[in-house]
């Protein structure tokens, strides 16, 4: 993605085409990451990914695209957005079940990594479909 952002940038002239973009790279982003993380229950059925989860972060993609595109503050948005989603892995989901040991802090880094692969891409996107800042000229004092 990297590579081609560029392209990306002459493709997604018009707003459709970058709001489809957007999407796009959100919903298979957030795909990718929960079939890596996926659960096996140990019912014989496999991994599973559940549409509500999916959910979930979109809203919470688009939140935080809402918000870099409001104050133009792409990395502290990324990590502020990556550690509330520790947090919340660590205070109501799969983290709260482990004890404290380097096994954990492993697996709060690998939580951070993954949210941070959903957010980057997208945010990124959402950053770069932001209007100029006008300047403004102020006589010198």
């Not at 509500?52 to 792409?74: D, E, H, M, Q």
């Not at 951070?112 to 004092?141: C, D, G, M």
Request: proline residues 6%; aromatic residues 14%; contains cysteine.
């Amino acid at each position: 993605m990297f590579r081609y952002r560029a392209r990306f940038g002459r493709i997604a002239k018009s707003p459709i085409a970058r709001l489809l973009l957007f999407f796009v790279t959100l919903i298979l982003l957030i795909y990718v990451e929960e079939s890596i993380n996926c659960i096996d229950y140990g019912d014989g059925l496999g991994c599973r990914v559940t549409p509500w989860i999916n959910a979930v972060l979109c809203v919470y993609v688009c939140g935080a695209a809402l918000l870099v595109r409001k104050t133009n503050a792409y990395g502290r948005v990324l990590l502020g957005a990556a550690s509330i989603g520790v947090l919340w892995e660590v205070c109501c989901s799969g983290l709260r079940t482990l004890p404290f040991s380097a096994f954990y802090v492993f697996m709060t880094a690998h939580v951070f990594l993954s949210y941070v692969f959903i957010l980057a891409w997208p945010l990124f996107l959402a950053a770069q479909s932001r209007p100029p800042r006008q300047r403004v000229n102020t006589p010198p004092r």
